[in-house]
């Protein structure tokens, strides 16, 4: 390779006129020159627009920084593990909600559709009997019968998503307090397999940090075998440097938040369930030919279509996944409160789990947004409510926040595909 990277020879074999540069991979130039070269591409990636998870991360900082400064109860072992915990059963429905909005739509039915699901599986199990394994299926199945009726009507019959997903709000609310009857609550068997989604715990400290331990491994040799994939393919890849040092950067605060977890009560189950989740929908979105479909058609639907892509069945496919993320998640919420009642999966829960994906930096526009999203996003959201909480300030106050959060994230995902644009990056 040449000392000087940014003139090469043409691509039919001549040399380029004098003062002529081409461009170059910057990944290249990481390579060569090493940490300088890291903080010149992230400077690169800032003035193009490519922000990334960036800000959201900021945002918890900051977040994090000024309720604790306000009350050094916020930081604590209890608040955090609660809080944790507390954002599961959001966090699980905007993962489903991540799906969607990559193909540049809404799903506006899934709060409902999180009520009818504990419903569902309150009156099987409770009132009729059921087996506590069985009616948990049975409600899942029907979260995932109901998104996959709404992406016929949207990918078959050609009714917007909006409108589809909007009468499924109405329909499924109404559905579900027929479904609880005349009473609208029953209660949950305290000691069952739903009560213990958020109320068990790995007491052992073996639990938490054994899984720290497990997840900074995989991560270590998922990225290094990724790595020697694409050296040995000829195209630009990590050094092993770069790679001991992202393996780092997660393992602190891994290893920060097991110790947390140990100091309360231990492992919660729910955020195992919820982290396991999570990565294993980031592999199917970042690792299969399904999820390289899904990012397609959130791309250019036309496109997709002439490529050969199913556009129909990746539409149904994906409302139905947010369909079952969303009785998973009236699973989680269920627990919680230990009943299936009139108000499950109302108030602001859709607008929460929406504003999860999107403060969490899936874009609105199509095309772009990591199931993490959901994870970042809603750690943002129940943050804030907790530091509310904690200080006794109003829910109203709450709610203005959160708005003024969510309405930052859109203005800065239109900001930087605007500025993409620019760098001819979009």
């Not at 059963?89 to 009818?116: K, M, N, R």
């Not at 009997?129 to 979260?143: K, R, T, Y």
């Not at 440097?241 to 950067?249: D, N």
């Not at 994906?318 to 627990?335: D, N």
Request: proline share 3%; no cysteine; net charge positive.
């Amino acid at each position: 390779m040449s000392a000087n990277l940014s003139k090469t020879s043409g691509t039919n074999g001549q040399a380029p006129a004098d003062g002529a540069v081409t461009p170059v991979d910057p990944r290249l130039l990481v390579r060569q020159e090493g940490f300088t070269g890291y903080w010149s591409e992230f400077g690169r990636k800032l003035r193009s627009g490519e922000l990334g998870s960036l800000p959201v991360v900021v945002g918890l900082i900051i977040i994090g920084l000024v309720f604790q400064l306000r009350d050094s109860a916020f930081l604590g072992a209890e608040n955090l593990s609660n809080l944790f915990v507390t954002a599961a059963g959001t966090g699980l429905i905007a993962v489903g909600i991540v799906f969607v909005l990559i193909l540049g739509e809404i799903d506006l039915s899934v709060g409902s559709v999180s009520g009818l699901a504990a419903a569902v599986f309150a009156v099987l199990n409770v009132n009729q009997g059921m087996p506590e394994w069985l009616a948990l299926v049975l409600a899942l199945l029907s979260g995932a019968v109901i998104g996959a009726l709404h992406g016929f009507f949207f990918a078959r019959i050609g009714v917007p998503a909006f409108v589809v997903t909007l009468a499924g709000l109405l329909g499924w609310n109404g559905l579900m307090l027929q479904v609880l009857g005349s009473n609208g609550t029953i209660n949950l068997d305290d000691s069952g397999l739903v009560a213990a989604l958020t109320n068990h715990y790995f007491t052992d400290i073996s639990a938490a940090y054994g899984l720290a331990t497990v997840a900074v491994a995989v991560f270590f040799v998922v990225s290094f075998r990724d790595s020697r994939r694409r050296e040995a393919a000829g195209v630009p890849s990590r050094p092993l440097s770069e790679i001991v040092l992202r393996t780092a950067a997660l393992a602190v605060p891994a290893y920060v938040v097991a110790w947390l977890f140990n100091q309360y009560k231990g492992l919660p189950l729910a955020v195992v369930i919820f982290l396991g989740i999570v990565v294993a929908l980031d592999l199917v979105l970042r690792r299969t030919s399904y999820g390289r479909r899904v990012f397609a058609l959130g791309g250019n639907v036309e496109a997709a279509r002439r490529a050969g892509i199913n556009v129909p069945a990746i539409r149904i496919s994906v409302f139905a996944l947010s369909g079952t993320m969303a009785a998973l998640g009236g699973m989680f919420l269920a627990s919680q409160i230990n009943a299936a009642n009139q108000s499950s999966g109302a108030g602001s829960l859709l607008m929460n789990a929406i504003a999860a994906a999107v403060i969490g930096g899936t874009s609105l526009f199509g095309g772009r947004g990591k199931t993490w999203s959901a994870l970042l996003g809603v750690l943002v959201i129940q943050s804030i409510a907790s530091g509310m909480a904690l200080l006794g300030i109003a829910s109203a106050v709450q709610y203005m926040i959160t708005g003024a959060v969510l309405l930052a994230a859109v203005v800065i995902d239109s900001v930087s595909r605007r500025t993409q644009k620019t760098a001819g990056r979009a």
